[in-house]
């Protein structure tokens, strides 16, 4: 074991660092608010510019082939890229669906005029991507979705509602799954499309999250005609299409981070009670070692898929429990600093509250991290199913005709 | 990053794992569990003749050389296999004689250690308690060893004890007593785990060897760290053998006209264990480099495998049994065996909760150094 580079994999280090170095401000306490907060016109501008850079160095799309616009490299360079850029104050949040879900959906199941439409104005981030699957009768059971689109000539007209669309507010394209036949069996009756977010027939509402912030919205089509040449993909195929993307999308959101035991361990050393600093408190002590454990098994997990993907191999089903485990581990430190603080743990004042209304912060906004991109309960089932081999739930609806399947009244 | 094992410590592995699933089966663990025997003499010398014993030895000092990584990789085989043999008061007695031995001493003892021809206990408790150095109350005057010590895994069934007893300068040192010589009385101890020997030895000024090239409390701890990874090695070794067989056992058992693995109570508690194990075994990983490198981090490293490994195999071994029903809790089915020895290992270096303190105590030094 060792935790060197290999002689390749420290030239393109250097490299990146480099890139990074010249166009990049180091990320320090200061400057991290432009990481993960929600975007608004200042970190959308920001963001645009920052992906042309990174496209005219050719860090937009390492993993593509040349004929896309990409780089031709390895998984391998893409995680060294990202260690790179984590040390940087860059923009995040606003390409990341586009590139790591929707685009690649486009070129793996896309015509050679959609890739030359979709991919190069993506990587260059001229064009903003959202991801229009689930909808508000179709979450985890994201085949039950209703959003109809029609053909009528050439042409296609759809009609219906997504929820929960990151980023639509201002995306300029969207990857949306539609019913094309409420008469096949539910998987069988979906198609996939690329739609047009600014095109009469999009309406796109906020919707205010239990944090007060707002990122995802409702997006309603009232007649909105595509053409045919806007299908990604056989009509009917939309299921299999689809599984591209929602394969992406855990990758991506496994490997996010957030409050962890770094910054919990930082504050019971600090804080003052009674009997001293937090930290002597035995309670505190047993709960600081299992969350050290937890963190640190995260990490050396991501050590295991990377090493794999250094020799070429694809991650092992290790690479699967990331996200839930941290979405779990991040609602409980939040809310054990927060018993610390006793009665003003209520109190979100960033002014007032322990180290910028962290905690606070985060236990409003872990309840999403466990729901987003797979709730814990189907995370469980995919691991269950795909990495354990246990057999799949047992499906009521599979062979019915989706226009027979009871609806709830939820 | 190459964050695994060299190629052919992946073959040592494999090869444990076939030999051990022929040679070693549960049978053979019950027929200590039965009291036919007191350990499993028949693996102890197969497993000494391979070499397994002495891989954290050095081959001029009798061992087979292959390193930390090699011992930790076979310990979880043997774990799996939750294999009755004193191998893990092997794995301890040889890191005392490494960290605390003269030159003439390792060379004396090791050879015999890593054969399997002798076989070594750690004797360190007195009684209910976590380590500490005020609950030593055995003491070594005049090269005589005098004090009670229980319980002592493999106790009744070693040849050499390494003896944690206090010195006449008022330290604490790790002794050698041949527990055949005189002064030397081992009472049996009935305990949770039968596959595993549990003794009291009272000693009446039974002679006595300091190992001099270590002393002092540090010593032992030192002792405890090392043990503790290619223990943690075993503990994840049974979870995941309690996995494999919590599984297998939900595919086969139909209720409600499907196989139980296919409700999602049954699923998602299996997937928990597997969480449990994966992490654990991450952590694992990192504490087997750290103490085949010797890196400044093996404290921490050690501590939180350790802590990973004890819950991961205390959840899956209890688990399993839950999955099996009324069956997993008759004697007849080895899910108990796994049970019996998660809770062994995990008290037989000292329970979690102190491994937790020590591990946050780690972290708080460490902290400190980084801000000076």
């Known amino acids: 074991m060792d935790f060197a580079d290999t002689p390749g994999e420290a030239e393109f280090r250097a490299e990146a660092a480099a890139f990074l170095e010249r166009h990049a401000e180091p990320l320090t306490g200061a400057n991290a608010v432009i990481r993960g907060r929600v975007p608004d016109e200042e970190l959308l501008r920001r963001a645009r510019e920052w992906q042309a850079l990174k496209a005219e160095a050719g860090f937009a799309a390492i993993t593509w082939a040349p004929e896309h616009g990409g780089r031709g490299g390895t998984p391998m360079e893409q995680v060294i890229y990202a260690q790179e850029e984590a040390r940087f104050a860059v923009p995040r949040g606003v390409y990341e669906i586009g590139l790591g879900m929707c685009v690649p959906t486009v070129i793996t199941h896309g015509t050679p005029d959609q890739h030359a439409r979709h991919v190069a104005p993506a990587v260059r981030g001229e064009e903003i991507w959202c991801q229009l699957f689930s909808e508000p009768a179709a979450g985890s059971d994201v085949a039950g979705l209703r959003t109809r689109a029609v053909k009528d000539g050439e042409d296609w007209v759809i009609n219906g509602q997504k929820i929960w669309t990151s980023g639509a507010h201002y995306a300029d394209w969207g990857l949306l799954l539609a019913r094309t036949d409420p008469h096949a069996a539910k998987h069988a009756g979906l198609t996939m499309f690329v739609i047009p977010m600014r095109a009469p027939g999009v309406e796109v509402r906020r919707i205010k999250q239990v944090a007060g912030t707002s990122n995802f919205n409702e997006v309603f089509f009232t007649d909105l005609r595509v053409p045919d040449s806007a299908r990604v993909g056989a009509v009917g195929a939309g299921w299999k299409v689809g599984l591209t993307t929602l394969m992406n999308e855990r990758l991506t959101v496994g490997g996010s981070v957030g409050t962890d035991f770094d910054e919990v361990f930082a504050f019971v050393r600090d804080l003052d009670t009674e009997d001293g600093p937090a930290i002597r408190n035995p309670a505190v002590r047993e709960r600081l070692a299992e969350w050290y454990v937890r963190s640190r098994g995260l990490k050396y997990t991501r050590f295991r898929t990377i090493t794999r993907l250094s020799r070429g191999q694809t991650p092992g089903p290790e690479s699967s429990i990331g996200k839930l485990v941290t979405a779990g581990k991040m609602q409980e430190i939040a809310s054990f600093a927060l018993d610390l603080q006793g009665a003003a743990g209520v109190v979100t004042d960033r002014a007032v509250a322990p180290m910028g209304a962290l905690f606070q912060e985060t236990l409003l906004s872990a309840p999403g991290l466990r729901i987003a991109g797979g709730t814990d309960e189907i995370m469980r089932n995919i691991i269950a199913e795909r990495v354990l081999g246990l057999p799949g739930d047992v499906r009521v609806d599979r062979d019915r005709p989706f226009s027979e399947i009871p609806a709830g009244k939820r | ?372």
């Open chain 2, 1 to 372: 990053m190459n964050f695994e094992f060299a190629d052919e410590l992946l073959a040592v592995r494999d090869g444990a794992r076939s030999f051990l699933a022929k040679n070693a089966p549960t049978a053979a663990v019950r027929r200590v569990l039965d009291g036919e025997a007191p350990y499993d003499a028949a693996t102890w010398r197969a497993i000494g003749e391979l070499g397994w014993l002495g891989a954290a030895i050095p081959e001029e000092l009798g061992g087979s050389g292959l390193g930390h990584e090699g011992l930790c990789v076979l310990a979880e085989e043997i774990g799996a296999a939750v294999a009755a043999i004193p191998f893990t008061s092997a794995c301890m007695a040889a890191e005392a004689i490494l960290l605390a031995g003269d030159a003439e001493q390792q060379r004396a003892l090791l050879p015999g250690l890593a054969t399997g021809e002798t076989i070594f206990c750690l004797a360190l408790a007195e009684g209910p308690g976590n380590p500490h150095p005020r609950a030593v109350k055995a003491e070594v005057r005049g090269g005589r060893l005098t004090g009670t010590k229980w319980p002592v895994a493999d106790g009744g069934i070693a040849d050499r004890a390494v003896v944690v007893a206090g010195d006449a300068d008022g330290g604490i040192g790790l002794f050698l007593v041949e527990l055949a010589g005189p002064g030397v009385t081992r009472t049996a101890l009935e305990s949770l785990d039968p596959t595993r020997n549990q003794a009291r030895l009272d000693f009446a000024g039974a002679p006595a060897l300091p190992l001099p090239a270590a002393r002092g409390w540090a010593a032992v701890e030192a002792v405890l760290e090392r043990s503790a990874v290619p223990i943690a090695f075993e503990q994840i070794g049974g979870a995941r053998a309690c996995l494999d067989m919590a599984r297998d056992f939900a595919m086969e058992r139909h209720a409600f006209g499907r196989p139980i693995a296919s409700f999602q109570a049954i699923k998602h508690k299996l997937v928990d264990i597997y969480v449990a194990n994966e992490l654990a075994r991450s952590n694992c990983y990192y504490a087997a480099w750290a103490l085949g490198a010797d890196a400044p981090d093996l404290s921490t490293a050690a501590a939180a495998a350790r802590v990973s490994a004890t819950e991961a195999f205390h959840l899956a071994s209890k688990e399993n049994i839950q999955v099996h029903g009324g069956m997993g809790f008759t004697w007849a089915a080895d899910c108990h065996l796994y049970y019996r020895r998660a809770k062994l290992l995990s008290l037989m270096l000292g329970g979690a909760p102190w491994w937790k303190d020590r591990l946050v105590t780690r972290l708080e030094l460490t902290n400190a150094d980084q801000g000076a």
